[in-house]
T-cell receptor, first 110, second 115 residues
Framework: GENVEQHPSTLSVQEGDSAVIKCTYSDSASNYFPWYKQELGKRPQLIIDIRSNVGEKKDQRIAVTLNKTAKHFSLHITETQPEDSAVYFCAASQVSRLTFGEGTQLTVNP | SAVISQKPSRDICQRGTSLTIQCQVDSQVTMMFWYRQQPGQSLTLIATANQGSEATYESGFVIDKFPISRPNLTFSTLTVSNMSPEDSSIYLC????????????FGPGTRLTVL
């Protein structure tokens, strides 16, 4: 089955800096790669996604890149703000079955 | 996007008992799923709830332990049977709506503690 690895497990940045989280996947049949943000005690929220026919997607301060050949994808957050502090999960999907990475605890220090 | 609710939001149960968790959506959805999130960990897919037929379980999860129903396009239940403390987790349903292929949105979760 699919295996998704996510790095780093924790990331601390200063407000205004950029943050990058990286994931690799194992199954070349995976074709959909969402990112979720989970605040403490809350449900995971879909913040951005990318499909295998696209290399990059941007939505305001967040962007995701995908390298199908290398089987890795990354989340980029620019101009970080304290409210960006949360756990971020990447996932890979085949026929709607999501396999999640282990998560990254992002802390943005004011 | 669809509004998803779960009941109960949390429960404390005794070892050996069973708990049924409900997931209700305010609009018809194509796919419904059940996930488990153990404390401080990632999400693991338990099964896909199929409308009108048996659920499709992932490796490591079996119907006798986690029976699932999906009688219509807006409702599903997950039962955690013969519970042990290792079943203490957050259980979340997710849905995929028509026209939003692959995009999954999560319910608020049910926090289960087994004593």
């Amino acid at each position: 089955g699919e295996n998704v690895e996510q790095h780093p497990s924790t990331l601390s940045v200063q407000e205004g800096d950029s943050a990058v989280i990286k994931c690799t996947y194992s199954d070349s049949a995976s074709n959909y790669f969402p990112w979720y943000k989970q605040e403490l005690g809350k449900r995971p929220q879909l913040i951005i996604d990318i499909r295998s026919n696209v290399g990059e997607k941007k939505d305001q301060r967040i962007a995701v890149t995908l390298n199908k050949t290398a089987k890795h994808f990354s989340l980029h957050i620019t101009e970080t703000q304290p409210e960006d502090s949360a756990v971020y999960f990447c996932a890979a999907s085949q026929v709607s079955r999501l396999t999640f990475g282990e998560g990254t605890q992002l802390t943005v220090n004011p | 996007s669809a509004v998803i609710s779960q009941k109960p939001s949390r429960d404390i149960c005794q070892r050996g008992t069973s708990l049924t968790i409900q997931c209700q959506v305010d609009s018809q959805v194509t796919m419904m799923f059940w996930y488990r999130q153990q404390p401080g960990q990632s999400l693991t897919l338990i099964a896909t709830a199929n409308q009108g037929s048996e659920a499709t379980y992932e490796s490591g999860f079996v119907i006798d332990k986690f029976p699932i129903s999906r009688p219509n396009l807006t409702f599903s239940t997950l039962t955690v049977s013969n519970m042990s403390p290792e079943d203490s987790s957050i259980y979340l349903c997710s849905v995929e709506s028509k026209g939003r292929y692959n995009e999954q949105f999560f319910g608020p979760g049910t926090r289960l503690t087994v004593l």
